[in-house]
């Protein structure tokens, strides 16, 4: 295929890519908040939001930031298997292969042994955590309570389960933080600095208020669907641009375009 100014632009938009972490106002104040919270004595925080808010960004940014200056652990991954958990937590808490153990109390015991009393608690960064099975986070919530570690639950709120009516977070969470959606200017800034960032400045011209507008009607400032949305559309105009160059205008954006892209993605009934 041949190339086309739109194939970079696409690329851009492609979910999932921490490197180019675009700082908004509501990141920056759940950030300062989860900070707080982490250097507080606090056993167990809550960080939660809706699927796509940017928390997986958040927590990568923050184990980033200060995994050279505290004893930080971030776990992206859901475990099932509590045996294994325990392998994987003891060999980053102790940059070192684990003891053999049979369960969580040797594990415990060994960990008590090589954490004396002043020594801080290892802070564990936990995401995806509503996947966890009931009786591993009952394991990890009396972790806690050994002040051995520190732990940081991360959970999507959803419209059909709110995750803090479980009892096992309501009752036990010593401290709450919600990353909401982003608000409309924040979407206008998000979509500047992605292509700031790529060095495509002079795409963001093509913009206008009225794409803002229908970008945030269709996504509601989910920064997921807001890059699914763009990825979308560049990747229609990179197929026009290729096969029938006449039909776009490469200095202003036809809404058209845009509506074809939340039509493909589902957020527009057709």
């Known amino acids: 295929m041949s190339s086309s100014q739109f194939t970079d632009l696409k690329d851009i ?58 004893n930080i652990i971030f776990l992206p991954r859901p475990f099932f298997d509590e045996l294994e958990f325990l392998k994987v937590l003891f060999k980053k808490t102790f940059k070192e292969s684990p003891p053999k153990f049979s369960g969580y109390d040797e594990f415990l015991s060994i960990v008590a042994k090589k954490l004396d009393k002043n020594t801080s608690a290892a802070t564990v960064l936990i995401d995806e955590s509503q996947l966890y099975p009931n009786d591993l986070i009952e394991k990890i919530r009396l972790m806690a309570d050994s002040r051995k570690f520190k732990f940081l639950f991360t959970v999507h709120k959803t419209d059909e389960e709110d995750i803090l009516a479980k009892d096992y977070f309501k ?35 093509i913009f206008k208020e009225k794409h803002y507008k229908l970008i945030m009607q269709l996504t509601n400032g989910n920064l997921r669907m807001i890059n699914k949305l763009l990825f979308k559309l560049f990747e229609i105009l990179e197929y026009y641009d290729i096969s029938n160059p006449s039909k776009i205008n490469r200095r202003s954006l036809q809404i058209k375009y845009l509506e074809m892209a939340g039509i493909s993605q589902g957020m527009i009934n057709a």
């Open 171 to 205: 009752t036990r969470i010593w401290e709450s933080i919600e990353l909401e959606n982003s608000s409309f200017d924040e979407i206008k800034l998000y979509i500047e600095k992605k292509f700031m960032f790529h060095n495509k400045f002079e795409f963001v011209s």
């Open 13 to 70: 938009f492609i979910d999932g890519e921490v490197f180019d972490y675009v700082n908004l106002d509501k990141s920056s104040i759940a950030y300062e908040k989860l900070i707080q919270a982490i250097n507080k004595p606090l056993k167990l925080i809550l960080f939660y939001g809706k699927p796509g808010t940017g928390k997986t960004f958040l927590l990568q940014k923050i184990y980033n930031d200060f995994k050279k200056k505290k």
